[in-house]
């Protein structure tokens, strides 16, 4: 009955045309008062003619059944805090002479200004070099090897860098039963992760490996284990997008670790200054996130025939992604430059490249995809509450599926965007949109502001040639 009403109206109110392309067309019509309705549509890929019949032969139905079995992976991930270990105890093959670092491979002289400046802290933290010219030497003497946190189930914040004394956090995905390795967040401003490496940041590193870390531990082992994706799927309900927002998360965590806390006998003092640490530094959840998100992105490396991504990180140099359906391999593009807010006395000339292993939030379906959760991200760059819902309205066009348990009160309760698919984002020319924080270009500076970036398109066009390849 509704069809037939609608059928008639039709004929009642006359035609309509419909306009594509330059808005002239459509502008010139409606000043004729002819009715008439402009569609945003653009060619696939640009009209690239090459992309789109490559784009063509992946359309078919092994590709789609291996994306929704890739989104289902991601969505059932049950990612939980299991343990709190020194990096060497749970990383093979990680010795003092070993440096992990965020983003694809780069050699200690192709290294960003904030990375290098990391490595020279890590070094003096673990006792190989005296002060930052010895660990300069030492770094570029080749006889320190560096490698991806990637390539070890491990992921870091900006620059990255995990050593083997580094206490991590071991969040194991209950589903599936992998683990996954994060560092420890160690405050803001001028910090190891931003390229400081000045001894405050130092004794930073050492207060937590003696005292924040066992203590940390211990309680974990007495809370049987905290169930990090409860606490994402609550942080966005409080205003949280859980990469470069974390008030929410990080209050939950303290709030489910601080009963296990005192039932561990750490003594007061210790206590007091755990609880002041935490408590002051709301991004304390973002490596404890990064872990679990890195634990639900693994299950699909290596997925035969999925174009969905299992990675994204930038080393401050490079972007590099990878495709489950194409395993360990890298596909890269220059990192872009973030448009953000700045500190005091800081601007974009200062700043360095995109830097970090973060946007394995992005890819396990929060951070910038479910900006419409945390419109106050987008004060960083002047934008209004609804630029956030349209950033995550963008992300819906290349994902694959909506999460069932991460969801937007803004957008209704609806899921967030998960499963970015290279197709999509070749066909559509919509990247990814990156929450991410901003370091010094200098070693040695750390943090001067946080901002907002689209990936470049380049490294999905490869990736998307190369997948074309293995179909």
């Not at 531990?217 to 609550?234: E, F, H």
């Not at 992604?321 to 500190?343: C, D, H």
Request: aromatic share 6%.
């Amino acid at each position: 009955m509704e069809n037939e009403e609608r059928f008639h109206q039709m004929f009642a109110d006359g035609p309509a045309v419909v306009t594509l392309g330059l808005p002239l067309f459509h502008e010139s019509l409606v000043s004729q008062e002819v009715k008439a309705v402009q569609v945003d549509w653009k060619p696939p890929c640009g009209g690239d003619e090459k992309l789109t019949s490559l784009l063509g032969r992946l359309q078919c139905e092994k590709v789609e059944k291996a994306n929704e079995e890739a989104a289902k992976r991601l969505i059932d991930s049950h990612p939980v805090l299991v343990d709190i270990c020194q990096a060497k105890e749970v990383i093979p093959g990680l010795t003092k002479e070993k440096i992990l670092h965020a983003g694809p491979p780069i050699t200690w002289d192709r290294m960003c200004g904030p990375m290098q400046g990391a490595v020279t802290g890590a070094l003096i933290y673990e006792g190989l070099a005296e002060n930052k010219e010895a660990a300069k030497r030492l770094a570029r003497s080749g006889s320190i090897s560096f490698d991806p946190c990637h390539h070890h189930h491990a992921v870091g914040p900006m620059a990255g860098i995990l050593s083997a004394s580094m206490y991590v956090f071991v969040v194991e995905n209950r589903t599936f039963g992998n683990r996954a390795y994060c560092s420890l967040n160690e405050g803001l401003g001028k910090v190891l992760r931003f390229g400081a490496y000045d001894w405050d940041v130092i004794d930073r590193l050492r207060w937590m490996e003696k005292v924040l870390a066992p203590s940390l531990k211990k309680a974990v082992a007495l809370s049987g284990g905290i169930d990090v994706k409860n606490l994402t799927s609550q942080a966005l309900m409080m205003g949280d997008e859980c990469h470069n927002r974390n008030v929410g998360g990080t209050l939950q965590f303290l709030k489910h670790i601080t009963p296990f806390l005192l039932k561990s006998e750490v003594e007061c003092r210790k206590m007091q200054e755990i609880y002041e640490f935490i408590a002051g530094n709301v991004h304390f959840f973002l490596n404890l996130s990064m872990a679990a998100c890195k634990a639900t992105a693994d299950t699909i490396l290596g997925l035969n025939n999925s174009t969905i991504l299992s990675c994204m990180a930038r080393n401050g140099v490079e972007i590099g992604i990878r495709v489950a359906g194409l395993g360990e391999q890298w596909f890269t593009a220059p990192a872009g430059m973030p448009k953000g807010l700045y500190f005091s006395g800081f601007s974009e000339e200062d700043a360095n490249n995109d830097l970090g292993d973060s946007t394995i939030s992005e890819v396990a379906g929060i951070g910038a995809v479910a900006m419409a959760a945390a419109p106050a991200i987008v004060k960083f760059v002047g934008g209004s509450a609804g630029d956030a819902l349209k950033a995550t309205q963008k992300m819906y066009e290349i994902t694959q599926a909506m999460h069932r348990d991460y969801t937007i009160p803004s957008l209704d309760f609806s899921g967030t965007p998960v499963g970015i698919d290279v197709r999509k984002v070749v066909e559509t020319g919509i990247t990814p949109i990156i929450n991410t924080g901003i370091a010094h270009k200098k070693a040695g500076v750390g943090q001067i502001g946080a901002g907002i970036l689209d990936a470049p398109m380049e490294c999905f066009v490869r990736a998307l040639e190369a997948m074309e390849k293995v179909i």
